[in-house]
């Protein structure tokens, strides 16, 4: 048996929660992923958090429960740009002071 590709967008406004945009199966799945390389957006591969955000409906806010693992993402994705928190900077320089 053929095992179905599954895809699902996440919009983050920096504000509110992480809200689903778009999700689909298979050829939708595959479309959806080809606008999101070309676009540059990161692709996060989890089967167990796509089947579950796949029961959710367009335009549906990310659940509460969810909240920790979807911020850890978007901190990881930050980073992958080059982006940190302005409490970051001259971190090392506060731990070597504790030290």
Do not use: C, R
Request: glycine share 6%; proline share 3%.
């Amino acid at each position: 048996m053929k095992d179905v590709k599954k895809a699902v967008a996440l919009s983050f406004d920096g504000n509110k929660a992480p809200t689903i945009t778009a999700t689909g199966k298979d050829l939708i799945a595959e479309e959806i992923i080809a606008l999101a390389k070309d676009a540059g957006v990161y692709i996060h591969q989890d089967e167990h958090l796509s089947n579950f955000l796949q029961l959710l409906e367009l335009g549906d806010e990310v659940p509460e429960e969810l909240y920790t693992l979807i911020a850890e993402l978007i901190a990881f994705v930050y980073m992958l740009d080059g982006k940190f928190p302005e409490q970051w900077n001259n971190l090392h320089q506060k731990i070597i002071e504790k030290a």
